[in-house]
């Protein structure tokens, strides 16, 4: 059997419309299991707590709710080719890991929510991230490439399909969603991170519309959670 991980990147009230349609999206997909990357502060300018009906909303879905930063800006030049400003974890020391970690979590805790799950922006972390993570009491945290699970330190090998939403790169990720998603069709464990941003694009919202579809025809749907627990599904990918 092989397994999905359907995601929503980027959850703010700065995206209040594009989080509707997304989760019009999944229903009208039957996408009955799916986690929500929330962004506690985003930009700074919009917190979780300034926003309770948008909080209420999120927990009525009853799924799973995953820390996506604290901010999600920042980062270094370095980082150009995967994201633009997006970076937020992968340069800073161990303070500042810490201190953005404390903040998000205290607004998290503020709207009464714990996660235990945590994507950094755009997928990048630093050499801090990961004991940080475990010391605040997280189970695993998800990468490009795959997730790591914390406490034993196995990581499950799992490719992503997602769109890009920079000028140039947004036209060559819809040329190329097509051929990822049958390039993955293997795969034991993929992930289908749509973002916020993806909304505001028709074709891109279309193309969704397809994978997501033909994905619960073909995979068992988890959660983040599903796959940490004691009774997740067995694996072959499992390593350390």
Not at 190 to 209: C, P, Q
Request: with cysteine; charged share 25%; aromatic share 14%.
């Amino acid at each position: 059997m092989s397994f999905a991980i359907v995601e929503l990147h980027d959850v703010s009230p700065y995206y209040y419309e594009e989080t509707a349609r997304a989760l019009e999206l999944f229903n009208l997909c039957g996408i009955e299991k799916y986690s929500l990357l929330v962004v506690p502060n985003f930009c700074e300018k919009y917190p979780l707590y300034k926003s309770a009906g948008f909080v209420r909303s999120l927990l009525a879905t009853g799924q799973e709710i995953v820390l996506h930063g604290y901010t999600h800006r920042g980062g270094s030049l370095r980082d150009f080719i995967w994201t633009y400003r997006e970076g937020e974890f992968s340069n800073l020391d161990l303070m500042e890991t810490y201190s953005k970690l404390e903040k998000a979590l205290e607004i998290m805790e503020v709207v009464g929510v714990k996660p235990e799950v945590f994507v950094p922006p755009a997928w990048l972390g630093n050499p801090h991230l990961e004991d940080l993570l475990y010391a605040f009491g997280f189970k695993a945290v998800a990468y490009r490439r795959g997730i790591r699970e914390l406490e034993r330190g196995e990581f499950f090998t799992s490719p992503v399909i997602t769109f890009s939403n920079r000028p140039i790169l947004s036209a060559m990720s819809i040329g190329l969603s097509l051929f990822m998603f049958r390039r993955y069709r293997k795969a034991e464990l993929l992930r289908l991170a749509l973002h916020t941003k993806d909304f505001r694009d028709k074709r891109k919202v279309k193309l969704w519309r397809f994978m997501l579809t033909k994905a619960k025809k073909e995979r068992r749907l988890i959660s983040y959670g599903e796959l940490l627990s004691k009774s997740r599904p067995a694996l072959a990918l499992q390593g350390v």
